[in-house]
């Protein structure tokens, strides 16, 4: 079946960077976008950017321009979600999904909870 | 403050109908289809409604959506108690570079 699987729970302090992975498996991995949306405690889901796994091509939400950097692994059908200067309201988990340009997102991966703490 | 507007909560017995509205602009929902999203408590979202009012497999008929110039809204019939959970409603908002945007969701108790 379809899965997406993320790499596990980061604590990371203020200005740092931070790397989420998503392996992919049950598809072809070049063959539908990822994309990527966080969720603070508490909070509603929030677009990062998306990305075609196929050309490497990517696009970023206004608010994570110059921030964010999606890349992957073809080899190993893993995509990438870096965050860069990180700072406390950047804690919430991460989460990647698959889908189109409709917006069929699914499924989703488990989420990984990054926290920014001094 | 998200783009598009949800209820922050909602209600229902078990058995009851349930309805969700969603309210966004001519930018978003007024031009563009509207995928509905299902969080189960300390879970990951899942797809729960697309392009408007298309069921992905394995989603029970009791849930349907329909979308109207600029609201789209979720009903639920036939309320189960595992129907508890946070709905979020998503579109795409055309603007110099676009991007997808969510409503703020609405958590829905089953009394």
């Known amino acids: 079946q379809v899965q997406l699987v993320q790499s596990g729970a980061e604590v990371k302090k203020p200005g740092a960077s931070v790397k989420v992975s998503c392996k992919a498996s049950?598809?072809?991995?070049?063959?539908?976008?990822i994309i990527w949306v966080r969720q603070a405690t508490g909070q509603g889901l929030e677009w990062m950017g998306w990305?075609?796994?196929?050309?490497?091509?990517?696009a970023y939400a206004e608010k994570f321009q110059g921030r964010v950097i999606m890349t992957r692994n073809t080899s190993i059908s893993t995509a990438y979600m870096e965050l860069i200067s990180l700072r406390a309201e950047d804690t919430a988990v991460y989460y990647c999904?698959?889908?189109?340009?409709?917006?069929?997102?699914?499924?989703w991966g488990q989420g990984t909870l990054v926290t920014v703490s001094s | 403050q998200s783009v598009l507007t949800q209820p922050p909560s909602a209600s229902g017995t078990p058995g009851q109908r349930v309805t969700i509205s969603c309210s966004g602009s001519?930018?978003?929902?007024?031009?563009?289809?509207v995928n509905w999203y299902q969080q189960l408590p300390g879970t990951a979202p899942k797809l729960l409604i697309q392009?408007?009012?298309q069921r992905p497999s394995g989603v029970p008929d009791r849930f349907s959506a329909s979308k109207s110039g600029t609201s789209a809204s979720l009903a639920i019939t036939g309320l189960q108690s595992e129907d508890e959970a946070d709905y979020y409603c998503?579109?795409?908002?055309?603007?110099?570079?676009?991007?997808?945007?969510f409503g703020g969701g609405t958590k829905l108790t089953v009394l």
């Open positions: 392009s408007n009012n």
């Open positions: 998503a579109s795409w908002h055309d603007s110099m570079s676009g991007s997808w945007v």
């Open positions: 990305m075609n796994p196929n050309t490497g091509n990517a």
């Open positions: 001519s930018s978003n929902i007024g031009r563009n289809p």
């Open positions: 049950g598809y072809t991995f070049s063959t539908k976008d």
């Open positions: 999904t698959r889908g189109s340009y409709i917006g069929d997102f699914s499924p």
